[in-house]
Antibody
């Protein structure tokens, strides 16, 4: 069955970077776009960007352009999300999630990781 | 960016009664390519990731109880829970996947009256 295993919680100082991982299993990793979505405490969901694991193509939210990098390791069925120049407002749970249909950009997110808590504090 | 606005912010409904949640997008999410609305509804319970309930505005995800239904087109959408059950207490988010960046509504909290 489809499953995502995300890396553990992180505590970072302002200005630092964090790199989160999301290991996929149970499906053909190369065929499904993976997205990153974050959720600040008590807030709604915020889309950050996506990657096509098949060719590495990425699209980022303008809000995070220049600060976020999404990559993948196809040999490990793992997607990574690195966020730099962290500030307190980046304190959130970060989720990876898969689109529902293979080789399709415009489809909803049907499987989500359990989330990784990132706390940014001095 | 397409702004998604949900109403109400919270809703208290008696068990077995109907709950109606609304979602409005700042521009149409109806694709002229395939005539489908790129609108999804998710349910989120505390300390859990969102769960996909409805996509294409009205298609129920596999395994979702049929008391959940979605309707609407263009810019106005509704999620209806026909007979509220205790396990339906949660936050509900609408999301558009029509244009980048994908955007979510602020959420509607459903509680038992």
């Amino acid at each position: 069955q489809v499953h995502f295993l995300q890396s553990g919680a992180e505590v970072k100082k302002p200005g630092a970077s964090v790199k989160l991982s999301c290991k996929a299993s149970g499906y053909n990793f190369n065929n499904y776009i993976v997205h990153w979505v974050r959720q600040a405490p008590g807030q709604s969901l915020e889309w950050m960007g996506r990657i096509n694991p098949g060719n590495g193509d990425t699209v980022y939210s303008q809000k995070f352009q220049g600060r976020v990098t999404i990559t993948r390791d196809t040999s490990a069925n793992t997607v990574y999300m690195e966020l730099s120049s962290l500030r307190s407002e980046d304190t959130s749970v970060y989720y990876c999630a898969r689109v529902q249909k293979p080789l399709v950009f415009g489809a909803p997110l049907d499987f989500w990781g359990q989330g990784t808590m990132v706390i940014v504090s001095s | 960016d397409i702004v998604m606005t949900q109403s109400p912010d919270s809703l208290a409904v008696s068990l077995g009664e109907r709950a109606t949640l609304n979602c409005k997008s700042s521009q149409s999410v109806l694709s002229s390519f395939d005539n489908k609305n790129r609108l999804a509804w998710y349910q989120q319970k505390p300390r859990q990731p969102p769960k996909l309930l409805i996509y294409w505005a009205s298609t129920r995800e596999s395994g979702v109880p049929d008391r959940f239904s979605g309707s609407g087109s263009g810019t106005d959408f509704t999620l209806t829970i026909s007979s509220l059950q205790p396990e339906d207490v949660a936050l509900y988010y609408c999301q558009q996947y029509s244009g980048t960046p994908w955007t979510f509504g602020q959420g509607t909290k459903v509680e038992i009256k």
